[in-house]
């Protein structure tokens, strides 16, 4: 059974910095899509970011050029970087990946955003 489990939310100011880890109990993250995606309350999940198999990251409009995503060599381990961050990033982010047909999540960690 895979296990996803993230770590690194808190409390920032506005124009902080946050790095998220997602721990997977395998090499999960080896040959698999990975992503962060993220809740804010009142609002629909909305991906943040993925990262391909080949390693190509993709991200939502809202995050690009503030948020980078990563995956460590040992592909045990996905990251988000999150700079310059902005009220409206708080939410609970969750990392997700997925293994043949079966989706995977993290319980998810709370990042809030204020001054």
């Known amino acids: 059974q895979v296990q996803l489990v993230e770590s690194g939310g808190g409390l920032v100011q506005p124009g902080g910095s946050l790095r998220l880890s997602c721990a997977a109990s395998?090499?999960?993250?080896?040959?698999?899509?990975a992503g962060w995606y993220r809740q804010a309350p009142g609002k629909q999940r909305e991906l943040v970011a993925l990262?391909?198999?080949?390693?190509?990251?993709n991200y939502a409009d809202s995050v690009k050029g503030r948020f980078t995503i990563s995956r460590d060599s040992a592909k045990t381990t996905l990251y988000l970087q999150m700079n310059s961050l902005k009220p409206e990033d708080a939410a609970v982010y969750s990392c997700?990946?997925?293994?043949?047909?079966?989706?995977?999540w993290g319980p998810g960690t709370q990042v809030t955003v204020s001054s």
């Open positions: 395998g090499t999960i993250f080896s040959n698999n899509v």
């Open positions: 997700y990946t997925v293994a043949g047909i079966t989706p995977y």
């Open positions: 990262i391909l198999s080949d390693l190509s990251p």
